[in-house]
């Protein structure tokens, strides 16, 4: 009997620290590892810590079991757990207005692989910080041109986002994922114009593989490229400013401006990680991208691995944070692995619309 409670302890503890070492890697891995720029090191890297967290957590099972060492990874778990609870918490607090309409935006249980099956979302921003007709916003973002996906998937994508007739058109980065494919982009980008103006910022992928090319390839395609600076539009009577913010990767520290009060002011970023800092500044709407929206989502749960600092809190969607909109979008192409699991690519139409007469925006309490 002593001998069957003594294996049920060892199983126990070794399957809590395994566990528990998972738990560790996921969070090491979505806060820092993936963040690490691409190259067979990377590799390397990512392999090697889930090597060592998984031996050091085996050998602790096996250590621990029977003495009041269990615990810790137990307590490791419940922390997890708790984390969970907490990101759940801040999601409702931070949940935006859902989308007013989405074209082929279900997945089928039967059919988990949906990289190309390209879902549209549309949204609404009611704001007082606009008083003219509807402004239309589109918004792409991590093409990643690679060369695993056929170029005609991308002009059809870009065709239906000139079938929008945005006003204005919004490139959140991750245009490339190989860097000889940027000579792909003007062709593909002049697929759709923005009617006041087309916009890009880059992301850590353009700037790991050194950025030049894309930027001459926005230059060719008559895309204006908003690398730490802002620009203004006169239309309707009124003016819009635009900001780009390409912080951490263009390694160059900027502050952008204050919002001018009472106007509609935008940035776009390539990493929704950049709220915080952003929504103390007064803008009516961040854009961004870079998640993916986890390309890997197991239904009924979301996505497992989120590069972010702040975990699974932001992956996909519409979010208020400190009154200021933010729109994540899953992307349209797809990094590592080169497939996307229960998770479409999509992009956004947001349309802005002016505030009617005590119609307030809603601002949530800040975290």
Aim: proline share 6%; charged share 15%; aromatic share 8%.
């Amino acid at each position: 009997m002593a001998e069957v409670i003594s294996q049920s302890l060892r199983g126990l503890s070794v399957l809590l620290s395994l566990i528990a070492g998972g738990c560790i890697y996921l969070i090491l891995l979505n806060r820092y590892l993936l963040l690490l720029s691409d190259s067979r090191a990377k590799k390397l890297i990512l392999r090697g810590v889930l090597v060592v967290i998984g031996a050091i957590a085996l050998l602790f099972g096996l250590w621990a079991a029977g003495r009041i060492w269990m615990a810790l990874p137990a307590a490791v778990c419940l922390g997890v757990i708790a984390g969970e609870v907490h990101r759940a918490i801040l999601r409702r607090q931070y949940a935006g207005e859902g989308p007013v309409h989405a074209d082929n935006a279900g997945v089928s249980l039967c059919s988990p692989i949906t990289t190309t099956d390209l879902a549209i979302y549309r949204y609404r921003l009611t704001t007082a910080n606009w008083r003219g007709a509807p402004l239309r916003i589109a918004h792409v973002s991590d093409l990643h041109l690679n060369g695993d996906l056929p170029v005609e998937y991308y002009l059809a994508t870009l065709e239906r986002v000139a079938q929008a007739r945005p006003d204005l058109l919004f490139f959140t980065g991750d245009l490339v994922t190989r860097i000889e494919y940027a000579a792909e982009l003007p062709r593909l980008l002049a697929v759709a114009r923005g009617r006041l103006a087309t916009v890009a910022v880059l992301g850590n992928h353009e700037y790991w593989l050194g950025h030049e090319p894309v930027a001459e390839a926005l230059k060719a395609a008559d895309v204006t490229w908003l690398s730490d600076r802002f620009m203004r539009l006169a239309h309707d009577g009124q003016t819009i400013t635009l900001c780009g913010y390409e912080t951490p990767w263009s390694r160059v520290f900027w502050q952008p401006p204050r919002a001018p009060a009472g106007e509609l002011a935008l940035i776009i970023t390539h990493t929704p990680d950049n709220i915080y800092r952003l929504s103390g500044l007064g803008y009516t709407a961040v854009f961004a991208g870079h998640y993916h929206g986890g390309q890997v989502r197991l239904p009924g749960f979301g996505p497992i691995i989120v590069p972010s600092r702040y975990g699974r809190r932001f992956d996909h969607g519409h979010y208020v944070v400190n009154g200021t909109h933010l729109f994540i979008t899953a992307g349209v192409g797809s990094a590592v692995p080169p497939r996307r699991i229960y998770c479409k690519p999509d992009v956004f139409i947001v349309d802005v619309v002016a505030a009617s007469d005590g119609e307030g925006e809603r601002t949530p309490r800040p975290a």
